[in-house]
């Protein structure tokens, strides 16, 4: 994942709930709901951002160390990838 | 509590959509035939054969049409017409039927949500005892067009009760409502109430214990709302909705609901507990 990260937009439909961000697979019918970190990692995915670039982004916002967040980071990524929702050119 | 009326059109708008005849009835519908025990929505048409001797078509701006065979039980005819027919002349029409049954209390509605048997009708009709009126049984008509408020059209079906709940919530018998149907039409207690009004809340009924009352957010909201599937579905094949659009419209709808669950263990010795409860919070809720 040297590549900038972006997302499959044809593969959901997102939307707010009283701050709680929800994705729909359109080809399933199923809900996302992204809370917590996953609320926060899910903006940076932007197209310009690595996944260098992301988990230097959230060490700096969480004041933490990359690597110890190395792991939540991958593990959303792969469920992102896993609905279809990212973009793997 | 100023309470002012809603002057809205949707009412005499249903009623007179919902006029019916009798005459012959389609048995294909946008070229699809539709068998017995079938019905199906296509844009500004629906058709249903029910399998027991009824057929019902309905047209947008043309009305119902009956066809009964001979032998069908002539009591069946109202739960059609006011059941799949009405909640699709509802949806045609641009309003969203939704299953739930509901009270009104101080100018809004508490509408009660949950599969058959959940117990819907029996806690609206209880609340009358506490002097809340009915607003509907089974099904709430919305209007989702307002961006700030949901409004509630009144009920166009009358209280349906099995023996066993007409006597616990005091509600009054009146005729057996079909000969399959062991259920009698019943008027509430707390009288019925026939005006628009803003919803105040839904409430998905669940069995548990202890009884309590927790509040539904963010994106569960949403799921609830989806689970309605039925009615979402024919909500969404009236405008020919894809996933996408119909998503925004029920994420939509969510943001302006306030939603909670009712756990409640269901024991009849509780019964009275917890409709006095339910009422306290209704009535809580209206001086908040």
Redesign the interface.
């Known amino acids: 994942m040297t590549a900038p990260l972006a997302k499959r937009t044809a593969a959901f439909s997102e939307t707010t709930v009283e701050g709680e961000i929800v994705l729909l697979n359109l080809a399933e019918g199923t809900f996302f709901s992204l809370t917590g970190t996953a609320a926060a990692i899910w903006p940076l995915i932007d197209g310009t951002r690595t996944r260098t670039a992301l988990l230097d982004e959230l060490a700096r916002r969480y004041g933490d160390e990359p690597g110890a967040i190395a792991a939540d980071l991958d593990a959303f990524l792969a469920q992102l990838s896993t609905a279809g929702f990212l973009d793997h050119g | 509590m100023s309470v002012s009326a809603i002057n809205h059109p949707g009412p005499a708008l249903l009623a007179r959509e919902a006029t019916a005849r009798y005459g012959p009835v389609p048995r294909a519908l946008g070229g699809k035939p539709i068998g017995p025990g079938a019905m199906l929505l296509n844009e500004d048409s629906f058709l249903l054969h029910s399998g027991t001797g009824y057929g019902l078509f309905y047209r947008q701006g043309e009305g119902v049409t009956i066809e009964r065979d001979p032998a069908a039980d002539p009591a069946e005819e109202e739960l059609w017409l006011n059941g799949s027919v009405y909640a699709a002349i509802a949806a045609i029409n641009g309003f969203l039927p939704f299953h739930a049954s509901a009270v009104a209390w101080q100018g809004r509605v508490h509408a009660f949500s949950g599969p058959s048997g959940a117990g819907k009708s029996t806690l609206v009709a209880a609340l009358g005892g506490h002097g809340l009126p009915l607003f509907c049984d089974d099904t709430l008509v919305l209007d989702v067009s307002k961006p700030d408020q949901v409004l509630c059209l009144p009920g166009h079906k009358r209280l349906k009760l099995a023996p066993d709940a007409l006597a616990l919530t005091g509600a009054s018998a009146q005729e057996r409502v079909a000969a399959v149907v062991d259920k009698h039409y019943a008027k509430p207690a707390g009288g019925t109430l026939q005006e628009v009004l803003p919803l105040a809340e839904l409430v998905f009924l669940e069995d548990g214990a202890p009884p309590g009352f927790a509040r539904i ?7 609830r709302l ?1 689970d309605d599937h039925y009615t979402h579905d024919l909500f969404a094949a009236a405008r020919d909705e ?3 659009v119909r ?2 419209r029920i ?1 939509g709808i ?2 302006r609901i306030a939603m909670q669950r009712l756990v409640r263990p269901r024991d009849l010795a509780c019964f009275a507990e917890v409709t006095a409860q339910v009422a306290g919070h209704i009535k809580e809720s209206a001086l908040s």
């Open positions: 957010e963010g994106a569960r909201k949403i799921a989806n894809d996933n996408a998503f925004a994420a969510a943001s």
